[in-house]
């Protein structure tokens, strides 16, 4: 019994550690495309600042997608009514 329970509350630390992680690299990429959306005072240090914004989108992109799929691993979707 008591391995189970360390072994469930590891799970949910590597969980949890992992959701942080998207979390953050999400959250950091909003931040800054924010600033740079929201900002004119940086932008004349960016020359590149349309490709740097399109890498910031695909980082949040990714980013959702990460949290989505580990949801989704974690929580079965019920399954289709076929009637």
Same mark, same amino acid.
């Given at each position: 019994?008591?391995? %189970? =329970? !360390?072994?469930?509350? %590891?799970?949910?630390?590597?969980? !949890?550690?992992?959701?942080?992680?998207?979390?953050?690299?999400?959250? /950091?990429?909003?931040?800054?495309?924010?600033?740079?959306?929201?900002? $004119?005072?940086?932008?004349? #240090? $960016? *020359? $590149?600042?349309? #490709?740097?914004? %399109? !890498?910031?989108? /695909? %980082?949040?992109?990714?980013?959702? #997608?990460?949290? =989505?799929?580990? =949801?989704?691993?974690?929580? *079965?979707? *019920?399954? *289709?009514?076929?009637?």
């Amino acid at each position: 019994m008591e391995n %189970t =329970r !360390t072994s469930n509350g %590891t799970s949910e630390l590597i969980v !949890t550690a992992i959701e942080s992680e998207f979390r953050s690299q999400r959250d /950091k990429a909003i931040a800054q495309l924010s600033i740079y959306i929201n900002s $004119h005072v940086g932008v004349a #240090d $960016h *020359p $590149h600042i349309i #490709d740097e914004c %399109t !890498t910031l989108v /695909k %980082t949040i992109a990714e980013a959702e #997608d990460g949290l =989505r799929v580990l =949801r989704g691993l974690l929580v *079965p979707a *019920p399954a *289709p009514n076929q009637s």
